[in-house]
Structure formats: structure tokens, C-alpha cells
């Protein structure tokens, strides 16, 4: 039956069939079918994702994929945002680049996240790639303003640059010169990651004056909120807008002036649906955006210390917003005008404004959470950094919301009990897992107990990410986990006394999944000799700064363990600090 389906079509028609299906799942699938599907889903494969940099070589990519004209990397583990992974543990973008620049001359976006990004990597995409379009840099470390300088000035039919909480030494401003005169493709521009109090403002306003289908530009905080008004009447097309710093003199005559060409320029942008950047913001300019709230469906205000009774106005004339990130400055109080005015809130992510105070600096409890998710019945992503919190307030959010997918609640101090009961924390998050049917991802805080993941494991089919710190009593937690959540990918762990018997007891579940990590845990150098042994088509890195783990007793715990599935064996860029428990090294060290 699967010859005759295979033989029933011509290639270019199966091809033509293929381009339609955009799932890398999918892909997948179609390409197991039989042997003519795979060879024609190989040859027509435009796209591709890879989770882990290191899960398979450049080479194998290629070999694989020969016509690629999309690449999206991944590189450090996820608790790097969080300074978990050392510098100098890896996650180099220059070998993919190098393979492909000979492989791929017709490559025209790179998307690259947690990697190591050199001016070398970004001068080889520049002269490499002649139709060159799109590159994405988010949480990249390791470049600086001249690299971007290359890629400016040579990609001249760039249309997306996007620096998204990179860390860029920023040498000079003048880097957006380098867009030659005749260059008019840019389509969207993040540079808000930039810290140069140097911007050349007359370069910037002639690139987004010559762009027509510019519909994204996310500026830094140099740029002062007097030029903000020129560059929107540069680009009253504009979708997506971050501003720079949206300070400026309360004097009666400044403050006129620049509020007036402020409001003017904003009220001209008619498409405008997504604001953000407003660094040190002074209150009295935020009226001049209220023209083009009604139609705003995202806002991110993390950076932009506005106190509740301000986010409450701006709040309330945003009836179609989907999305908010802000400071816990908005309190219970603003989060009830939020509930009351944005019926459409998809995701909701409240950070800390100062998260290593020893008292509350605001109002903001768990009563806040609980209001929305009351009022917002659309709400599908929550992110919650708070001080208190109550098993239930967490039953009460699953009923009102089982429709979340993802859940993360941070409680600032680790451990922190329920706050009404002093009782753990299992019940709640056995409420959210149970009742929330497709929960995708969940991040667990406050006093947890073996018994929240037993919840997860028996209820949480569907999970995909699982991070964890500070919790549980026994390995007992993570077999619960491991052998119960079968669509588990991501699990990050650190601080919890999860060790040996667990993990080599579901040593096959790791075959399974993109990675686990594992930090200041329970987990033995003989155990991670053993799953070098027993898993060959995982690599079992061990992390330890302070000195090599063969040189303390074989039943120490490590300090840091990260397990992935690759088909590309160990790297071959491992720092002194890094050891892969692979067969023949593990034999080595025994």
C-alpha cells in the first residue's frame, strides 16, 4: 500500500505537497513513510531546527538536508540565562557556520539562541551567503558592533536583524553607517540589547526613513525620547515599536513641546500593535501613547519602573491586549484592572523589580494571580514572581484556567511554604497539573515534597519542559517524574536531593529526551561512569571548576551534570572543567 501511494504521484507534485507541511514533527514523519518519501523529503526540506548544537554535527546536517535555506540553533543549556553554565562551557556557532558557508551558498536566515557568536562568525555569514535575509541573534554572547558592522555592510538584501538580549560589546554607534545609501529591504531591527550611550542618530533615522516595509524596530536606551517622534514619522508603518529612554524635562516648555510631536507622531501610527523599551520612564509622556492602545495586543513593560496607579490608566485603555510583561510594580491592584479591562490576556509574565530585597517593596501576593486568572479567560502562559503563595490559590487558579500551558511560578525565597496552612506547596501544583490537561511547560517553586511529583508523573502526559530547584525529599520525586511524563523533552534540576538510583533506573527514558541538567543534586561520579557506559547515544557531561572529579572518591556527588541525546558522539571543544563519561573514557577513569 505505502509503494503504490509512494509511485502514485510524480516527485514534483509530492515536493509541491511537501512545501505545505511547516511542523518539523511532521517532516519527520513523512520522511519514515518509505524510502522514496525520504529521499524527496530530504531534497525539498528548506527548513531545519536543531534543539542542541551538539546533538548532531554540521556535517550530518548537510549530508541529511542538502538544500537548506533556514538554519535555528540552539546552544547552552536553558539554566545558562540564570548563570548556571560556566564561562567557556561551549556552544560555538563558528564550526556550523564554517560547514555551511562551503555547503549552503543559498542560505538566507540564521536563527542562533545561547551561542557563542564571534566577529569572525558574523564576517564569514557576510561574504558567505549572496542572498542573505535574516539573522537572529537571541541570548548570543561573544561579538561586538563591528561584526555587525560586516554583516550591515555587505547583506544587501537583509531583512530582519534581531539582537534579542544579546550581550554585545558595543564598540561604537556608528555601525548602522555601514547599511550602504541604496539599501531599502529591512523589514524588522531590534538593536535594544545595545549599552553604547553612543548612537548615530542621523544614520538610524535615514535607514528607517529609506525602509519602506519596515514593520518592527526595537531601539536601545540611547535614544532619547526628544528623537522618538522623528523616527515614527519616519515610519508611521510601523507594527512593532520598542522605544528608547522615554524620559525627558517636566519644565512647562519642554514638556509641551516634546508630548506634543510625541502624541502626534503615535497618533499617525495606525498599525501599530506591540510597544515596549520605555526605559527610565517619566509617567507624565505616557498619555502620548493612549492613541494607539485600543488596537495594542502585546506590551512589554519589563523594564519600565511605572507604579501601580500609572500601569493601571495605561492598562485600562488596552482592551485588546494578549500579552503584558511587567514589574510586580503593577500589584494586585493593577492586576485587577488588568482582569477587568484585557479579556483577550494569553500570557501574563510579572517580574521581580527588586528580587534580593529582605521585605516586600510592593503589594503584589498571589491574590493578584488569582484575579486574573478569573477575569482573563483566554490566559494560556503565566510567569509569576512573587513572595507568598497558597495551595489554595493554586486549586483555585487550575479550575479557573485549565486551559494554561504553560505555568511557571518563581516564590523569590526558596522553600517557602503555604503562607495560610505553613503546609507544602504538593497540593496546589497537584491542582495545576491535573487540572490544566495540556500543560506544556511548568516550573515549580516554595516547599515541595516527593509528593508533587507523583502528581506530575500520573497527571502531566503532556509536559515538555520541567525545571526545578530547591525540591523534593527523595530520588523517589524523580523516578515519579522520569517514569511518568511521557512527552518530556527539558528537565532542568538544581538544588534538590535527587542522586544515583533514579537516573540509572530510568537510564532509557534519556534516550527520549533533547537533555537533562542537573546541579548541586545527589547524583555520584560512578553513576555518571555508568551511564557513559550503558548509553551510548547520549552524552554524559560532567562539570566541575573546582578540580577533576577522578580525584575524589568515586561516590562524591558532582557538581554539575547535563545528559543529551546526540548522534554525533562527544564534541570535541570540551574546556579543562568539562568531562564526557562516553565508553572509552569512562573505562579510562575507572
Known amino acids: 500500500m505505502q509503494k503504490k501511494m509512494s509511485y502514485s504521484f510524480p516527485n514534483e507534485v509530492l515536493e509541491h505537497i511537501f512545501s505545505f507541511i511547516q511542523s518539523d514533527k511532521d517532516r519527520n514523519a513523512v520522511s519514515l513513510v518509505c524510502k522514496s518519501w525520504y529521499e524527496i523529503e530530504r531534497w525539498c526540506r528548506r527548513k531545519i531546527f536543531v534543539g542542541n548544537c551538539y546533538a548532531v554535527s554540521p556535517g550530518m546536517v548537510i549530508r541529511r538536508f542538502p538544500e537548506v535555506r533556514s538554519v535555528e540553533l540552539k546552544g547552552k543549556p536553558h539554566f545558562a540565562d540564570f548563570n548556571l553554565v560556566p564561562d567557556g562551557w561551549g556552544g560555538y556557532v563558528l564550526p556550523w557556520i564554517a560547514e555551511m558557508a562551503g ?24 561574504k558567505s551567503f549572496k542572498n542573505f535575509k535574516v539573522l537572529v541573534l537571541s541570548t548570543c554572547e561573544g561579538f561586538s558592533t563591528d561584526g555587525l558592522a560586516a554583516i550591515a555592510a555587505s547583506c544587501k538584501n537583509l531583512r530582519e536583524l534581531n539582537l534579542q538580549e544579546s550581550d554585545v560589546d558595543d564598540l561604537s554607534g556608528h555601525w548602522l553607517s555601514h547599511f550602504p545609501e541604496t539599501y531599502t529591504s529591512l523589514v524588522s531591527l531590534n ?6 550611550d553612543e548612537v548615530s542618530l542621523s544614520a538610524l533615522e535615514r535607514l528607517v526613513g529609506r525602509c519602506p516595509n519596515l514593520r518592527t ?95 493601571i490608566k495605561l492598562v485600562s485603555h488596552c482592551p485588546s491586549l494578549q500579552r503584558l510583561l511587567v514589574l510586580d510594580y503593577i500589584e494586585d491592584g493593577g492586576l485587577e484592572a488588568l482582569a477587568s479591562s484585557c479579556k483577550d490576556l494569553q500570557e501574563l509574565r510579572v517580574f521581580p523589580s527588586d528580587p ?24 494560556q502562559s503565566v510567569l509569576y514572581f512573587c513572595r507568598r503563595m497558597s495551595n489554595a490559590a493554586l486549586v ?9 500551558t504553560r505555568f511557571r511560578l518563581c516564590i523569590i525565597e526558596p522553600k517557602t511554604a503555604d503562607y495560610l ?9 497537584g491542582a495545576i497539573v491535573e487540572q490544566c490537561k495540556d500543560l506544556r511547560r511548568l516550573s515549580l517553586s ?12 500520573t497527571y502531566a502526559k503532556k509536559l515538555e519542559m520541567l ?116 565508553e572509552d573514557s569512562a573505562l579510562r577513569l575507572s
Open 103 to 126: 555547503a549552503y551558498p543559498w542560505l538566507e536566515e540564521i536563527r542562533l539562541k545561547r551561542m557563542v557568536v564571534t566577529d569572525e562568525s558574523l564576517e564569514l555569514i557576510a
Open 191 to 196: 538593536v535594544s540589547c545595545l549599552v553604547s
Open 217 to 311: 524596530l526595537r531601539l536601545n536606551r540611547a535614544v532619547p525620547l526628544d528623537k522618538i517622534a522623528n523616527i515614527l514619522r519616519c515610519a508611521p508603518q510601523l507594527v512593532e515599536f520598542g522605544t528608547g529612554t522615554y524620559a525627558a524635562e517636566l519644565r512647562p516648555d519642554v514638556f509641551s513641546n516634546v508630548f506634543s510631536n510625541l502624541a502626534g507622531a503615535f497618533s499617525n501610527c495606525k498599525e501599530l500593535r506591540s510597544l515596549s523599551g520605555f526605559w527610565d520612564v517619566v509617567p507624565a509622556y505616557l498619555p502620548a501613547i493612549y492613541s494607539v492602545c485600543s488596537g495594542l495586543t502585546s506590551l512589554n513593560l519589563s523594564y519600565a519602573t511605572i507604579q501601580s496607579p500609572d500601569l
Open 356 to 379: 534580593f530585597a529582605v521585605e516586600p517593596n510592593v503589594s503584589l501576593t498571589e491574590q493578584g494571580l488569582v484575579t486574573i486568572s478569573l477575569g482573563c479567560p483566554k490566559l
Open 396 to 404: 483555585t487558579i487550575a479550575q479557573n484556567r485549565p486551559n494554561l
Open 421 to 429: 496552612s505553613l503546609e507544602p506547596l504538593d497540593v496546589g501544583f
Open 446 to 457: 516554595g516547599l515541595l515534597t516527593d509528593r508533587v511529583f507523583e502528581y506530575i508523573g
Open 467 to 582: 525545571s526545578v530547584a530547591f525540591a523534593g525529599d527523595s530520588d523517589l520525586g524523580l523516578h515519579h517524574v522520569l517514569s511518568g511524563c511521557e512527552s518530556l523533552r527539558k528537565l532542568e534540576i538544581r538544588d534538590c536531593p535527587f542522586g544515583d538510583k533514579a537516573l540509572l533506573a530510568n537510564a532509557a527514558k534519556l534516550e527520549t529526551m533533547r537533555s537533562l541538567w542537573m546541579s548541586s543534586c545527589s547524583v555520584s561520579f560512578r553513576a555518571c561512569k555508568l551511564l557513559g557506559q550503558k548509553m551510548p547515544r547520549v552524552n554524559v557531561e560532567v562539570i566541575e571548576e573546582r578540580e577533576p572529579p577522578d580525584s575524589r572518591p568515586e561516590s562524591c556527588p558532582v557538581d554539575k551534570l547535563y545528559i543529551y541525546r546526540s548522534v554525533a558522539g562527544p564534541r570535541f571543544d570540551m574546556p579543562p572543567f568539562v568531562w564526557t563519561m562516553d
